[in-house]
Every structure is written in structure tokens, then in C-alpha cells.
């Protein structure tokens, strides 16, 4: 029903920047939330970032806070994962997911989502 395809990972040194897209489509409604999470291998899937669907209040995991930086931009219905100052034990695959909701807060439980993208690789090297 949703499809998400996100953009923007690649291979970059330590202390580099990335900025991350997550195009939505089938979508009838900007009411929705979106959330980034990564997964690395040997780990399960970690909560990165969230956004309300309004796009007022974020919410993001204690290792990125300072770092990373989520928006989005309703009318082209993008999501954007700016991450600066990069580090090694950032290399993951990461995915944008999306759920449908009227409530205006960030959900930064996985489980929460039923929408996820095939996620985008970015590998950290010293």
C-alpha cells in the first residue's frame, strides 16, 4: 500500500556527513508518522530518529542526539536524515518506516510501524 525508497547512503571517513531521503508514495494523507532506524550485522534493528506526522516534534536515540538531525517536507512527501560528524559504530543499513496515524508524536518503537523502506547502506571508515 506504502512504498518508501530511501537515498543517500554511500562510504564516508569519520567525522563526515550524510544526508539521508526517504521518498513516500500511495500515500492519500500526510498524516503519518515516520521513524529511521538502523540495523548492522549481529544487531537487531535500533531506533535512530522519529518525526510527527506534522512534523513539530522529533524524538531521537541518546547515541545521535547533537549529531543527527530529522525533517520533512509534507508537500513532496520526503523525509530527510541529515547526520553529521559521523563514526564508525554508525555503519548500519538504514530504513525509513512510516505509520498512518492522527496523533502528532514521534513513535520510536519499531513495532509501532507498518511501513518500511529496503533501507540504505552507510559504512563509516577510519
Known amino acids: 500500500q506504502v512504498q518508501l525508497v530511501e537515498a543517500g547512503g554511500g562510504l564516508v571517513q569519520t567525522g563526515g556527513s550524510l544526508r539521508l531521503s526517504c521518498a513516500a508514495s500511495g500515500l492519500t494523507t500526510s498524516n503519518y508518522a515516520t521513524g529511521w532506524f538502523r540495523q548492522a550485522p549481529e544487531k537487531g534493528r535500533e531506533f535512530v530518529a522519529a518525526?510527527?506526522?506534522?512534523?513539530?516534534?522529533?524524538t531521537y536515540a541518546d547515541s545521535v542526539k547533537g549529531r543527527f538531525t530529522i525533517s520533512r517536507d509534507n508537500a513532496q512527501k520526503m523525509v530527510y536524515l541529515q547526520m553529521n560528524n559521523l563514526q564508525p559504530e554508525d555503519t548500519a543499513r538504514y530504513y525509513c518506516?512510516?505509520?498512518?496515524?492522527?496523533?502528532?508524536?514521534?513513535?520510536?518503537?519499531?513495532?509501532?510501524?507498518?511501513?518500511w523502506g529496503q533501507g540504505t547502506q552507510v559504512t563509516v571508515s577510519s
Open positions: 518506516a512510516a505509520r498512518v496515524t492522527r496523533r502528532d508524536v514521534p513513535y520510536s518503537d519499531p513495532t509501532d510501524y507498518s511501513s
Open positions: 518525526i510527527a506526522r506534522s512534523g513539530t516534534s522529533t
